[in-house]
Structures are given as C-alpha cells and as structure tokens.
C-alpha cells in the first residue's frame, strides 16, 4: 500500500508534516467533508453523536481517507479530544439559523478539494446539500435518530439530488430516511454504530470493587444505571417512577443516574418527593462511563425514542445486561431473553418487572451477561469504519 503525508491543512506551519505525524495510507476516494450541526450542548454536554465522532473519525483517518471536519455552531470542549487524536475541526459557530453558513462551508469544501460531503443533523444534512450543489459534490447523510425534520422537509425535499446517498443506524431508521430526508431507496445502507469493543472490556476488568469503594457503595448491593443526556426523550422521570416498586421487592437497589440535561433539577425534586432520594445517585457528567458499567448489574433503557442505542451497546460490550423499551433500534441491540430484557413500549409496570426479575435472578444475570458479549460482537468499531468506507464507495461511485 502506497503511503503520503497528511494534506497541508492538518501539516504544520510551513506546509509539511509534523515530525511527530506518521504517514498515512492513501485509499482510492476523494477528500470528505465531514459536517455536523453542533458537536455537543452549549453547557458542556455531549450527546451519542459526539461519542461516535470522537470514536470514528481518527479511524477513518487512520484508513487514508482525507477528511475536513466542521460543526455549524460554536465550539466544544470535547474538540480537544479529537485534536488530541490528531484531527482539527472547524467550527463556523453560526447562528441557528444564519443563511450564509452554506455559502462558508462551500468555499471551504471548494479549498479543500472536497467531493464528498458527509452530513448528520437535521441541519447539517441541508447545509451539505444546499454545499454539494454549489460545488458539484455528491452528499452522503447519515442519520442517526428518528428526529423528524418537520419544517425542514420541504427544503430537504428542494435540494435533494438523485445522487444522494444515506446511511442509516438501524434499520428502524431506514424508512424516515426515504420519506423525509428524501433519498431513494436503492442508496439507503444501514451501518449500526460500532464501540471500542475491547476498551470497553478491559476498562470494566477488575473495576467493579474499585468503583463501588470509590463511590460509596456497599458489596453486594443491586446497582442499576440509566446512562445518557437527561433529556425527556430518554425516560428519565418515568424510570424514577417506577423506582419504588423495584425498591418494595429489592429494598437495597441503587441507581445510579449518569449524564447531565435540562432534565436533572426536575429529576432530583422528583427522586426527594417520591422519598427515594437514597436509592438514586445522580453522578453529572463523566468521562469514565467504560468504568461506571463495571460497577453495576443492570443497564435501563426506559427511552421513548433511540435510533439506535449506543449505551446499550456499550454495556453489552462491558458485559453488563440491558432492560429497554423495544422502540427504535433498541430491538436491533437488546435480544430478549438473551441479553437482557425487551419491554413493551410505555409499559412501565412491565418495565419494572423485568428489572425485578432480572435482579433477584443471578443465573439469569449470568447468562445474560454472556449473550451481552457475544452480541455485542456485531458492534466492533473496525468492522463499522470499513462499511462506512464502502458507503463512500457507493456514494461517489458514478
């Protein structure tokens, strides 16, 4: 395989390489822009996307493909962690809704030699169409939720090209693709997330004593654990709701509330009022989520909507069980009855059941526990890099 420096923008200042940069594989595709709405909330608050980047781009750079980065709005601190893995986004910092945002990302594609265009988020997805128009590129979307573009539609629909292409995380999410983002159905792929699997394994090792001491946490006591932004979408106050009677038929479970959102000072009054305020622990944002799972028994999906569910695969490959709402692409993650438990949708007293169960069961939790590893298997983040890659292929194929 041929090798070539890095393209000048990602070079130091005097055009050439850093001594410190390894060479880089060339591959048969042209430069990829690669363009999103935002890389995480204003107050510090990642989302899955800014996961997936963080996991993915350097791989993807790694591979020899040629990439820009860039965000539509301002910056983020978790920029730092792709500039520590040697790529350096660009952020526009534009307005919601600023018209000339287009026009910027065109010229800098243009600079850059960009062909292709790979865009997520409602409005990343139109800025990158609205782009590849305007500089004769080919656009791949890639959608990760079931976020409906409601007004948006119309302008997806306006510049929406034949050659278009699409990327999906589940099949769940396959058909919104079509119907509202407007892509033929014969360019749609479905490329389910992948996870640092043996990182997640390895930082979960041994960490289960640890974490607990660390935490306060007593041995032996049942340790659940709801990971994400605390936003209504994932279920947050339903799951608090439905804490005291898992708590009447398991009197010394824990939850441990991981993440950060507009939803912790409701969630917090409502865990006092409720009197559970000693079975829930609310830990904000962390950095050492792969640790976190090594604590715990169970992971709970009480969401009302997930594309796909990344923390649920990130507990499969921690080997830790999943209860979830069979919505989205959850059933695509959760087997029922092999990994965890699958419960029908805003069934709260199912939900709750299934956690009881599960934790008053340690056979069932053990052979969950290995279904969660060898399902998770499907989720190997080299395996997800190579089917995004042949995306590219396909999109920019004549």
């Known amino acids: 395989m041929r090798l070539a420096l890095e393209p000048g923008r990602h070079a130091g ?4 390489a850093p001594l410190d940069a390894p060479p880089r594989p060339i591959i048969d595709l042209p430069p990829v822009m690669v363009l999103a709405d935002h890389f995480g909330y204003a107050d510090g608050v990642r989302h899955g996307v800014t996961t997936y980047l963080v996991h993915v781009l350097p791989l993807l750079a790694r591979a020899g493909v040629d990439l820009t980065v860039c965000f539509l709005r301002a910056p983020h601190a978790a920029a730092a962690e792709l ?5 350096r986004p660009v952020f526009f910092d534009a307005g919601k809704w600023d018209p000339t945002v287009a026009l910027r990302v065109a010229a800098l594609a243009r600079r850059n030699g960009v062909r292709l265009l790979h865009a997520t988020g409602i409005k990343g997805t139109l800025v990158a169409r609205i782009a590849a128009r305007l500089i004769g590129a080919r656009t791949l979307l890639h959608v990760h939720d079931l976020n409906d573009p409601g007004a948006v539609n119309v302008l997806q629909r306006l510049f929406a090209q034949p050659t278009d292409a699409a990327v999906c995380v589940s099949e769940a999410v396959r058909e919104l ?11 749609v792929r479905v490329a389910r997330n992948g996870v640092p699997l043996e990182a997640l394994r390895s930082a979960g090792a041994g960490a289960r004593s640890r974490v607990r001491a660390e935490l306060g946490i007593e041995p032996g006591r049942p340790v659940l654990a709801i990971v994400g932004r605390m936003h209504p979408v994932k279920g947050h106050r339903a799951l608090l709701r439905m804490l005291p009677t898992i708590v009447r038929s398991c009197p010394r479970a ?24 000693q079975h829930v622990r609310f830990l904000g944002r962390r950095v050492d989520v792969p640790r976190l799972l090594g604590a715990i028994d169970l992971l709970l999906m009480p969401s009302q909507s997930e594309g796909l569910g990344l923390a ?14 069979a919505v989205g692409g959850l059933p695509e993650v959760v087997v029922d009855g092999l990994n965890g438990r699958l419960v029908p949708p805003e069934d709260p007293e199912a939900f709750a059941a299934a956690v009881v169960e599960t934790l008053r069961d340690p056979g069932k939790r053990f052979s969950y526990a ?15 890099v190579q089917r995004l890659i042949d995306c590219y292929r396909m999109t920019v194929a004549p």
């Open 13 to 16: 200042p005097d055009g050439t």
């Open 83 to 87: 500039r520590a893995l040697g790529i």
């Open 177 to 187: 693709t079509v119907s509202r983002y407007h892509v033929t159905p014969a360019r």
């Open 254 to 277: 824990l939850l441990l509330v991981i993440g950060d959102g507009p939803e912790r000072a409701a969630c917090e009054a409502l865990a006092r009022s409720l009197g559970m305020s």
């Open 312 to 325: 649920a695969i990130e507990a499969l490959a921690a080997a830790r069980p999943v209860v979830a709402y």
């Open 370 to 384: 290995r279904g969660a590893v060898s399902s998770s298997r499907r989720f190997g983040l080299q395996a997800h």
